[in-house]
């Protein structure tokens, strides 16, 4: 008897165990995704020093963006059938050399290789990271747990550019090495307390079916809800590399841009409290329509606006829009739960390189009509979201708990 107590610890310490499992988790994404707004923080900085065009300048993030449609799909098959977090340790350690180097590169083809280095250690996290999720939290809290898991790593983005502005004003772009100590900490520290994600492997019927087979099946029920999170994540991404731009064209400075980019994340950051605790009472189909609908009302209203107004309602823009990405994850592990990972990199790493990718059409496009008339285009983007809330998929109520 004593023998079995000392192999397995007691419900309350096993929760417990479990509850500092999904801390680590969420803070080693807030880790990775320090490094997010590197590039949109420096990109006025590399566009003048390598002489780059409007689309050149989007091809850089169209990198980060192939890496995360090629790998976190694969990668996700590959971290539901192992038990390790060796890629939650690796990718923020990858994810912030590439982040790192990407500024000094002295060269278009350096700038790229950097940029796709950070682009495949983010790729390597994120399916373990939001998948670990699933697997080492309660049933009962994976709402939360996921919506934690979120707001860590929004967290790590709005303080990116506050990071990347004050080490580079302080000590340089050489001082930016220092930042890489955070991910050198973590990962013994989440070996220690989390040698193991799940006990057990799926059996074999669950797990002996090869990628295309097992992500053609994720992927067909989970179509319409990776639409939509493409559409969110185009938004996102897109008023967070273009704004800076056009911050930069009309005489900002760094510190401007910096600030901006801090406020527009922070709003997304906060939104996603309110939105989670609404989600115990109101489908996630009724969310998402009405945070797409009063998004795209704020973004177009920004473009057409000038100035601290301008600003405003694309903070307020953004944070509509950004704050469903817990509850599309959620909802998403809740109809593959036996593919959790594969089921997230679905909804977040493919809709998000997707959303990457299309910053080097929406660069060619700025470099023909103009930064102004393509911001109002993306205000009016959201609006195509709601004809894929009208799929089966978001008619089952999927709450919180």
């Known amino acids: ?92 350690l990858l994810c912030g050399l590439g982040a790192v180097m990407l500024p000094s590169a002295g060269s278009y083809g350096g700038a790229l290789f950097f940029a796709g280095l950070w682009g495949v250690g983010s790729a390597l996290f994120h399916p373990q990271g939001s998948g670990g999720i699933g697997y080492v939290a309660r049933p009962e809290k994976l709402s939360f747990a996921l919506t934690l898991f979120n707001i860590s790593g929004t967290a790590g983005v709005l303080v990116s550019p506050v990071v990347a502005v004050f080490v580079v004003e302080r000590f340089g772009y050489g001082g930016l090495w220092a930042t890489l100590l955070p991910p050198l900490l973590l990962a013994p520290l989440i070996y220690c307390f989390m040698p193991f994600l799940r006990e057990t492997l799926p059996p074999r019927t669950e797990s002996g ?31 967070r590399f273009f704004l800076p731009l056009k911050i930069a064209a009309e005489g900002g400075a760094l510190d401007a841009i910096g600030t901006v980019l801090f406020c527009i994340t922070l709003g997304g950051t906060l939104a996603m409290i309110p939105v989670e605790r609404l989600s115990k009472r109101v489908s996630i189909r009724t969310i998402l329509g009405l945070t797409l609908l009063l998004g795209s009302l704020f973004l177009t209203s920004a473009s057409l606006a000038s100035g601290l107004l301008s600003t405003s309602l694309y903070i307020v823009g ?59 285009l993306i205000g009016l983007l959201p609006l195509l979201g709601l004809v894929f809330l009208l799929s089966p998929v978001f008619r089952e109520e999927c709450r919180g708990s």
Not at 32 to 41: K, R, S
Not at 219 to 239: N, S
Request: hydrophobic share 50%; glycine share 10%; net charge positive.
């Open 1 to 92: 008897m004593s023998g079995k107590t000392g192999a397995f610890p007691l419900k309350g310490d096993f929760f417990a165990l479990l509850e500092i499992k999904v801390v680590l988790i969420s803070l080693a994404h807030g880790v990775n995704d320090m490094y997010a707004a590197f590039l949109p923080t420096f990109v006025p900085y590399i566009k003048a020093s390598l002489g780059l065009d409007y689309a050149l300048t989007g091809a850089l993030s169209l990198i980060v963006g192939l890496c995360h449609i090629v790998g976190q799909p694969v990668i996700g098959y590959f971290c539901d059938r192992i038990r390790r977090p060796w890629l939650m340790m690796a990718g923020p």
């Open 209 to 239: 079916s090869g990628f295309w087979r097992s992500f053609g099946g994720v992927f067909t029920v989970l179509f319409p809800l990776w639409a939509v999170a493409v559409i969110r994540d185009v938004v996102f991404q897109c008023v």
């Open 318 to 376: 953004v944070s509509c829009i950004y704050s469903t990405m817990p509850l599309t994850v959620v909802l998403a592990q809740t109809l593959m739960p036996h593919a959790r990972s594969v089921a997230s990199s679905v909804v977040m790493g493919l809709a998000w390189g997707t959303a990457n990718v299309a910053l080097y059409p929406l660069g060619e496009l700025a470099d023909r009509i103009g930064i102004h008339n393509t911001t109002l």
